[in-house]
């Protein structure tokens, strides 16, 4: 069945640096690619998607690119500060009336 | 525009015992989504209601059932509970107008078997 897969499973930054996280995807029908961030004790929120008509978008110090060819996106933050700290999600999905596969999260970790 | 709501916040069952959760969607959206979130486990699709239908169901055994009311709350059921089934049962709500079909999670149930 279709897949998602995101690396690292931790990441550790400075603050003041950058941080990635990327996916791979499987389903080469999917057009919608949803990032969503996850504080503790809080359910996920969403923080910037992109859908297949689009190869990048930024929304102040995060981005996030898409290469279709190669079915993976990342996630880009610039200039890290502590509250960055969370759990971030990938998710990809068809669109309406399919759901979301998730990936397994990224525990990103601000060192001060 | 509130957020989504669900309730209660917390649980605590004892094995065997059956669990009823509810999801309050934002007003207006269509499409109730849950999942269940464990320890290292991410997030895993339970199902999803669309004007009061399931419209996609995940893996689970059928203890987990849920349903979606005319104004578009939703509830899911879990019966026979196991240990196993402690988790934070999350629901999100979508509008599904338009192109529209981001989806906003509620804070979540946190539920505890013991």
């Known amino acids: 069945g279709e897949n998602v897969e995101q690396h690292p499973s931790t990441l550790s930054v400075q603050e003041g640096d950058s941080a990635v996280i990327k996916c791979t995807y499987s389903d080469s029908a999917s057009n919608y690619f949803p990032w969503y961030k996850q504080e503790l004790g809080k359910g996920p929120q969403l923080i910037i998607d992109?859908?297949?008509n689009v190869g990048e978008k930024k929304d102040q110090r995060i981005a996030v690119t898409l290469n279709k060819t190669a079915k993976h996106f990342s996630l880009h933050i610039t200039e890290t500060q502590p509250e960055d700290s969370a759990v971030y999600f990938c998710a990809a999905s068809r669109g309406s009336n399919y759901q979301l596969i998730w990936g397994a999260g990224t525990k990103l970790i601000i060192k001060p | 525009k509130a957020g989504v709501t669900q309730t209660p916040r917390y649980l605590i069952k004892t094995r065997g015992q059956q669990v009823t959760l509810s999801c309050s969607p934002i007003s207006g959206h269509r499409s109730v989504s849950w999942y269940q979130q464990t320890p290292g486990q991410g997030l895993q699709f339970l199902f999803e209601y669309f004007s009061e239908t399931q419209r996609n169901k995940g893996n689970f055994p059928g203890r987990f059932s849920g349903r979606q009311f005319s104004n578009s709350r939703s509830e899911m059921n879990v019966s026979t509970l196991e240990l196993g089934d402690s988790a934070l049962y999350l629901c999100a709500s979508s509008l599904e107008v338009g192109g529209d079909y981001e989806q906003y999670f509620g804070p979540g149930t946190r539920l505890t078997v013991t």
């Open positions: 992109i859908r297949s």
